[in-house]
C-alpha cells in the first residue's frame, strides 16, 4: 500500500504487536462488557488493538508529510512490534528541518485525539464509546512519551537538533539524544515502582515484562547510537573549523556475505539503523544503498551491489581536500571507509559531501 507515494509496511512483528495489544486489552474489555460473548469480546479487544495502530499510523504520516514539504522523501512507513517509523532518503540539512520533522508527529496525534472526542460525543453504541475513549488516551500517552527527550523517540530528535542549532555540531546533537535515551530507558525500566510510588499503582507481573522489554529496546538503540559517534570530537567546529574530515561525513555500514539474500540485508541494515551495506567476500567487494531497491527484488545481495575494489577505500582519518583525486571521479558514488588499523569503519557517500569540501 502506498499513501502520497509513500510505501506503508505491516511486517510480521506489526501482526505480533496487534495480538499482544489485543490480549492485554481483554481483561478491561471483559470487565467493560460482563455480559457479551467471548467471541465478541475478542473481536472489540482485536478493534482496540487496531485503533492503535491506526493512531501510530497518523503520527508517522504527520512525520511524512511534513518531511516531503521539506524536501525529504520518505523511503516508507513501517508499522511494527514497537509501534512504528518513518525511513528517509537522506538525512535532515539543517536542524530546523530536523526539529520540524519530529514536532509533526505528536501534533499529528493532536488530531487523533480530537477525532476520538468527537466519536466519543456522537457515539451511537457503547462499543464505539469505548474504542473512542481508548483512543483518547492511547494517543495522548503516545503524544506524550514521543515528547521525551531520548533516542529514538521524538522528543530526543528534538533535543538533537536544538543542541546541532546551538552548536553547529549535528554529532553533538546525536550524542544528545543518545544520551537522553539512555536516561529515559533506565526511567523505563523503574517506571511501574515510580507508579507505584506516585499514584499507588498496583504492579503487576505484566508491568515489569512490559517496561523491561520497552526500556532494552530504549537502551540498545541508545547505545548503538552513542557507538556512532563515539569516535567524533566533541566540536568539530572550534578543534578543524577550516577542515572537514571523511570522519565528519561517514555513515555506519553493515557487513553481510555475497550469499546474503538482498531482503534479509536490508532488513537487518534497518533494524541496525546503518546506511549501507558493504558486500564481503572474504575482503569488501561492493556497496549496496538501500535506497536504490525496492521491497519487491528479490536475489543475492552481491547482484545488487555496485563493485568496489582498492581505489574505493579511504582513511576516516583524511580529510575532504586531500582525496580530491577519489572525489574527482564522478563514476564512484560512495567509498569504503577504514580506520588506522584498516579496520571497515563506515561508508562516505558522495551526496553527504558534495558543496562541503
Not at 508491568?207 to 570530537?233: E, F, H, N, Y
Amino acid at each position: 500500500m502506498t499513501i502520497r507515494g509513500i510505501p506503508v509496511r505491516f511486517p510480521t512483528s506489526g501482526w505480533i504487536g496487534l495480538f499482544f495489544i489485543s490480549w492485554l486489552v481483554i481483561p478491561r474489555i471483559s470487565t467493560n462488557f460482563p455480559d457479551y460473548a467471548t467471541t465478541t469480546i475478542l473481536l472489540i479487544a482485536f478493534l482496540h488493538a487496531v485503533a492503535i495502530y491506526v493512531s501510530v499510523f497518523i503520527h508517522e504520516l504527520g512525520h511524512a508529510i511534513t518531511a516531503q514539504k521539506y524536501g525529504y522523501e520518505p523511503k516508507e512507513i513501517v508499522l511494527n512490534l514497537i509501534g512504528g517509523h518513518t525511513a528517509f532518503a537522506r538525512d535532515f540539512d539543517t536542524p530546523k528541518h530536523q526539529i520540524l520533522i519530529a514536532l509533526f508527529g505528536p501534533l499529528a496525534n493532536s488530531l487523533v485525539i480530537v477525532i476520538g472526542y468527537l466519536l466519543f460525543l456522537l457515539s451511537p453504541h457503547p462499543v464505539i464509546e469505548s474504542l473512542a475513549v481508548w483512543l483518547i488516551w492511547a494517543s495522548a500517552i503516545t503524544t506524550i512519551v514521543n515528547l521525551f527527550p531520548g533516542f529514538p523517540l521524538d522528543g530526543g530528535a528534538i533535543l538533537g537538533g536544538i543542541v546541532w542549532s546551538v552548536s553547529g555540531n549535528r554529532k553533538a546533537g546525536l550524542r544528545a539524544n543518545a544520551i537522553g535515551g539512555i536516561a529515559i530507558a533506565g526511567l523505563w525500566f523503574m517506571s511501574p515502582w515510580i507508579l507505584e510510588a506516585a499514584i499507588g499503582w498496583s504492579v503487576t507481573f505484566t508491568d515489569v515484562l512490559i517496561s523491561t522489554l520497552i526500556g532494552s529496546w530504549l537502551m540498545l538503540s541508545s547505545l548503538r547510537l552513542l557507538a556512532v559517534t563515539k569516535d567524533q570530537p566533541a566540536n568539530e567546529m572550534e578543534e578543524a573549523p577550516e577542515i572537514s574530515f571523511v570522519r565528519d561525513f561517514t555513515r555506519r555500514a553493515i557487513l553481510v556475505d555475497v550469499d546474503t539474500d538482498l531482503q534479509v540485508a536490508l532488513g537487518e541494515m534497518r533494524n541496525q539503523s546503518a546506511g549501507a551495506l558493504i558486500v564481503m567476500d572474504n575482503m569488501p567487494v561492493g556497496i549496496v544503498r538501500e535506497s536504490e531497491f525496492d521491497s519487491l527484488e528479490t536475489g543475492k545481495v552481491q547482484s545488487f551491489a555496485r563493485r568496489v575494489d582498492e581505489s574505493d577505500v579511504i582513511s576516516k582519518d583524511e580529510s575532504l581536500s586531500n582525496i580530491q583525486e577519489a572525489l574527482n571521479n564522478f563514476a564512484a558514488r560512495e567509498w569504503i571507509v577504514v580506520d588506522d588499523q584498516n579496520r571497515i569503519y563506515g561508508v562516505l557517500m558522495r551526496s553527504d559531501i558534495e558543496g562541503r569540501q
